[in-house]
């Protein structure tokens, strides 16, 4: 192969916004075209892309989530007319999340306008509308799980169980002409646990040149499967108990039927108390849930052999999917009752009307069962805020919070290096897809086994073809902060908590204390001057 070489166009260094590009023999396929989530992402999926999209001949992509699926319409928009390949289910949740993703920036864009309009600012025009979501469906192409689909000269992909969410892939890439010696590079997209519950798990691949591996949980693990399922027993028993609302922000896509399962499971189980309504309040709630049933014969045993005995694994006893708004905030009325609701990191959606109503009530409970990025309200939550500015109102926070890591969709750690252990040990390693403290962990992990493993910067490129050489095409902008807001100052503090405690947590794995002292020291004593600063 003449050259070939991978440009991290998002995701290197954040949890959000996963895109790489691959060119090789004049041939650029672009694997992923993931949009940034949360609070911060005001303004930066309007950046342009780094390529011209036209120039492209295809798309892969790995799974529906809106961090790697989210910006398709908008390089449809600018003149991509290629296929993006993807599993059955992927274009099945993708033509969901796809068009719910347009509603909300369109509602986002008429809020900003109207506010705009009296200052005497100009309209702000949404990312993509509908038509460029519609012209993007029909840009899909089905893949098979497990079989060879050529989608470009030169360019083969096999797309892989990931155990993530429904549809899921790890895709293996060949890349080059079939007569030299390809090169291959494989892609993990996210990646769920060992012991995926409803996900079959992630498939073993050993032949690899180059892996791109994410990192949402590359420096923690989770409690194990039987642990959180006794805790979210425990804590979901006294919850009820509590008569209070228990709400459960989550992903409405995999994460609320997840937690549905569990619910069922629960139910049917001895000693366990009465299960209060469950309310799936959100439009696409219904829509989600159909899609699982529809492909449930890609799902994991345990939730095949269910369904084949007459069950269904998705719906706990007085389950209620609301749709309208009215239905929504109707549910304020109702005493005891579950609410599952969006987003998963509570940065819109529902879930934000039912946090606003109920955590002043000391008798609420409210279930974190999904990762929750920095910035968010979920975040600042999980991390133990007490008055909080929700929709234009302060709360207090009296509510029990609870935090559920092993329900997650990522696997932690351990999951990811057991299954980067299968390569053969000449594969190098991208770690990708986390915070920069996750990343870092996880390429340390794997060099650990063995490997050559490196956390690549957003907006790098690299040399695959000579291997070694790193060619930087844009240099990462540094992040812009503003320190005159308050805002932004309880930002650091919170990070500065953030680090401190990560600190404390992995004492335990050190042995020389010593090149610490100074450097905590020296913190200490920026950190008092900055108490004393006069105002
Ligand atoms: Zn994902
Ligand atoms: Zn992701």
């Known amino acids: 192969m003449s050259s070939a070489r991978i440009t991290f166009v998002g995701a290197a260094g954040e ?18 075209c993931g949009m940034h989530q949360g609070v911060d992402s005001e303004g930066r999926g309007a950046e342009g892309f780094p390529f011209s999209p036209a120039s492209l001949d295809a798309v892969v992509l790995t799974h529906a989530h809106i961090d790697h699926s989210g910006r398709l319409p908008l390089l449809v928009r600018q003149g991509f007319k290629g ?4 599993t059955d289910p992927t274009i099945d949740l993708a033509s969901v999340l796809l068009r719910d993703t347009a509603r909300l920036m369109a509602e986002e864009a008429e809020w900003r306008t109207r506010k705009n309009s009296r200052k005497g600012l100009p309209p702000v025009l949404p990312l993509y509308g509908d038509g460029d979501v519609e012209d993007t469906l029909k840009l899909f192409r089905y893949v098979r799980y497990d079989e060879f689909s050529d989608i470009a000269p030169g360019v083969r992909v096999r797309y892989r169980d990931a155990g993530h969410i429904l549809g899921a892939s790890i895709v293996e890439a060949w890349i080059g002409d079939s007569s030299g010696d390809p090169m291959k590079i494989v892609f993990s997209g996210d990646m769920g646990p060992r012991d995926a519950v409803m996900e079959r798990p992630p498939s ?34 006294r919850a009820i108990d509590a ?22 499971r629960l139910e049917g189980s001895q000693g366990f108390p009465k299960m209060p309504p469950v309310y799936f309040d959100s439009p696409m709630g219904s829509k989600a849930t159909r899609i699982y049933e529809k492909h449930v014969s890609l799902l994991s045993r345990e939730i095949q052999d269910i369904v084949r005995a007459g069950g269904n694994p998705f719906s706990p006893e007085g389950l209620k999917y609301t749709d309208g708004v009215g239905d ?22 529902r879930i934000v009307h039912h946090l606003k109503h109920n955590l002043w009530d000391k008798n609420c409970n409210v279930f974190f069962v999904g990762y929750q990025a ?69 390429a340390r992990g ?31 902008k540094a992040p812009q902060r503003r320190f005159t807001d308050r805002e932004s100052i309880l930002s650091i503090l919170r990070e500065i908590a953030s680090e401190t405690e990560s600190i404390r947590e992995s004492l335990a794995e050190r042995s020389n204390y010593e090149p610490l002292f100074p450097l905590l020291e020296s913190s200490r004593l920026i950190l008092q001057s900055a108490k004393n600063l006069k105002q």
């Open 328 to 349: 929504s905030r109707a549910i304020n009325d109702v005493g005891r009752a579950i609410v599952l609701a969006g987003s998963g990191m509570c940065t819109g959606g």
């Open 243 to 264: 008569g209070g609302k228990i709400l459960i922000p989550t992903f409405v896509v995999d994460r609320a039927q997840r937690i549905l399962y569990e619910m069922v």
């Open 15 to 32: 949890v959000t916004g996963s895109s790489y590009l691959i060119e090789a023999d004049g041939r650029r396929v672009l694997v992923d």
């Open 204 to 237: 073993v691949v050993e032949e690899a040149d180059y892996v791109v591996i994410e990192s949402t949980y590359g420096d923690r693990y989770h409690k194990s499967l039987e642990d959180t399922r006794d805790e979210f027993r425990r804590e979901l028993a």
């Open 374 to 442: 920095r910035g968010t309200l979920g975040r600042r939550l999980v991390e133990g805020e007490k008055h909080l500015r929700i929709a234009g109102e302060d709360i207090a926070v009296n509510a029990s919070l609870h935090t559920l890591g092993g329900f997650s969709a990522h696997g932690d750690k351990g999951d990811l290096l057991a299954w980067a252990s299968n390569f053969r040990r000449s594969a190098s390693f991208f770690v990708t897809h986390g915070e920069p403290r996750s990343s870092e962990s996880l």
């Open 83 to 86: 296929g993006i390949w993807a």
């Open 446 to 476: 794997i060099r650990e086994l063995g490997y050559e493993a490196l956390a690549p910067d957003a907006g790098v490129s690299y040399d695959l073809s000579s291997r070694d050489s790193a060619v930087v095409y844009s240099r990462p």
